[in-house]
């Protein structure tokens, strides 16, 4: 059954990619026989757009902007757009924010000259993110998935936004070291609306330390490879493990879990066999691969991590408690000067790792809480938690009533331009 199942499944895969329907249409036996539509003239009550194109396992990315979208959509009304299905699918699962799937380019274009959107919001730079950028009304807005030191983070696909919202001071020097011909004025800082959430607890009470690992995935590319799971994962588990009083919780980047790089695939494997073994003979260890990080943030006594948002959302969140960095590259001048928090906590490198995995229990005891409160700063501005949320909504709203205004006077394809109300 399972093999007949398997089989119907290429067949209709085969069936229904372009190759498959040009050559039933060659054979006279038509299009495929799969659900097809178009949009015309389909009205949606929104001022916002947030386009989101990525398949479902890049969910992660806008998931976190959930809480901060359904404020926003108290007082400008939000659509979720959606270029494939299952992603769509989803997310209904878990918000109740308007949502609409559209396929086709020419179907998004109609869509948007139907509609009279105000702004569309970006969580990420995919490829088909232009194809939205073409709409000449609305306010076109960055505003990534998190803020972190990858080189990922900034780009020449800035100058394709009309703003772009950023946590706070890092990442205006970071558009300015890394970007030429780069208008600044395109930055606003607003800080992270993603951590004023207060969320429930979610790990059973343990009555000593808890240590958590959350390495980031290989990246596209070997220029934004940052993990440290093949070169420092298993070691940092073991010695983990090996610390008295302590429960360990292995908290791997959603991509990991499905990564197909054989070492990263590999060292995962063999990270869940080590906390397995330990979990059966009595360990409170934890493998946490679905929960919320920034939930499981709550229970933790201190952080290991690699280069990306995990750490330095931590650093806002409990700048108090202890924070170690990994440094694949081994080359700690170079960390320094391209992470800034690296020169707040340890670094486990190939040249430190004899020094500081023998040490960590000492690591994780110290203060060193001022130089991460700076370094908060750096990264946040002086933000109080739930300010940064008042802080989006407000730009949002200054950017749509900014655009009304400057729309007055305009046509589009040669009818008077409807700027909306302005507040």
Request: aromatic residues 8%.
């Amino acid at each position: 059954m399972l093999v007949k199942a398997w089989l119907g499944q290429q067949l209709k895969a085969a069936i229904s990619s372009t190759h498959g329907v040009k050559t039933r249409r060659w054979l006279g036996l038509g299009s495929a026989p799969v659900a097809n539509h178009e949009l015309d003239q389909i009205p949606v009550a929104a001022d916002v757009v947030v386009y989101f194109s990525d398949v479902v396992n890049k969910a992660y990315q806008l998931e976190q902007w959930l809480p901060t979208l359904e404020k926003l959509h108290e007082t400008h009304r939000v659509v979720l757009v959606f270029r494939k299905v299952p992603t769509l699918r989803h997310f209904r699962k878990l918000t109740g924010l308007p949502k609409i799937f559209v396929r086709r380019l020419d179907d998004l274009v109609n869509f948007y000259e139907f509609n009279n959107f105000k702004l569309c919001l970006y969580v990420n730079n995919g490829v088909a993110n232009f194809q939205s950028l073409s709409a000449a009304r609305p306010v076109h807005v960055h505003i990534n998935h998190g803020e972190s030191d990858k080189l990922s983070m900034v780009s020449n696909q800035a100058k394709a936004y009309d703003k772009i919202f950023v946590a706070g001071p890092a990442a205006i020097e970071r558009h300015r070291t890394v970007l030429l011909d780069f208008d600044l004025d395109r930055l606003t800082s607003i800080g992270r609306p993603q951590l004023d959430t207060h969320f429930v607890a979610e790990l059973p009470a343990f009555h000593g330390r808890t240590i958590m690992y959350a390495p980031t995935w290989e990246g596209e590319n070997d220029a934004n490879n940052y993990t440290s799971m093949d070169v420092f994962g298993e070691a940092i588990i073991e010695t983990l493990v090996a610390l008295p009083n302590t429960r360990v919780i292995y908290k791997p980047h959603p991509r990991i879990t499905t990564s197909s790089n054989p070492a990263i695939a590999g060292a995962h494997a063999r990270i869940r066999e080590i906390l397995e073994e330990q979990i059966a003979a009595g360990g409170q260890h934890l493998i946490t691969e679905k929960e919320n990080i920034l939930a499981l943030f709550n229970d933790v006594d201190g952080l290991i991590t690699d280069v990306s948002s995990v750490g330095l959302d931590y650093l806002y969140l409990h700048p108090e408690k202890p924070l170690i960095l990994t440094d694949r590259r081994d080359d700690l001048e170079k960390l320094n000067r391209e992470v800034p928090v690296s020169r707040a906590c340890p670094v486990i490198s190939e040249t430190t790792r004899e020094e500081i995995l023998p040490g960590l229990e000492s690591l994780l005891e110290s203060s060193g809480a001022e130089q991460r409160l700076q370094m908060r700063s750096y990264y946040f501005g002086d933000r109080e938690r739930g300010s940064s949320t008042i802080s989006f909504i407000e730009a949002i709203g200054k950017l749509i009533n900014d655009r009304a205004v400057a729309m007055r006077g305009y046509e589009f394809h040669g009818q008077p331009v409807d700027s909306g109300e302005v507040g």
